[in-house]
């Protein structure tokens, strides 16, 4: 378990669905492009609160990096406070990343990623 890859229906200790993992996911994608995680606090109290409260900024503003902004929307629907606005599932995620990087024809690593 680690606060800062925890979806806020975690953090309240309420029922997980796959959303939840969604929401992680989202939390590593946010990591890996923004070169941090979507929330950072003194103590894991104040992550907690972010997770609950605060919107993630768009990573493309954290990072400094017009080239990544592409990625934001996508990003900050895994992001989503609430699990039914973010993505239904792995593939509806696939989806959206190969929309915005590459044309549907070419596969690309987002295909190969999921291996539809």
């Known amino acids: 378990y680690s606060v800062q890859f925890s979806s806020p229906e975690q953090v309240m200790d309420k029922r997980c669905l796959p959303a939840s993992d969604l929401y992680s996911l989202g939390c590593i994608f946010y990591e890996a492009l923004a070169?941090?995680?979507?929330?950072?606090?003194?103590n894991g109290l104040h992550i907690m609160a972010q997770t609950?409260?605060?919107?993630?900024?768009?990573?493309?503003?954290v990072r400094g990096d017009p080239a990544?902004?592409?990625?934001?929307?996508?990003?900050?629907?895994?992001?989503?406070?609430?699990?039914?606005k973010r993505y239904v599932d792995g593939a509806e995620v696939r989806d959206?990343?190969?929309?915005?990087?590459?044309?549907?024809?070419?596969?690309?690593w987002m295909a190969k990623l999921f291996k539809k």
């Open 35 to 42: 070169g941090r995680p979507p929330f950072e606090g003194d």
């Open 52 to 61: 609950l409260s605060a919107p993630a900024q768009p990573m493309s503003v």
């Open 68 to 84: 990544i902004k592409k990625y934001d929307d996508v990003v900050l629907q895994l992001l989503a406070k609430e699990p039914h």
């Open 96 to 108: 959206a990343f190969a929309h915005v990087t590459e044309t549907p024809s070419s596969g690309g």
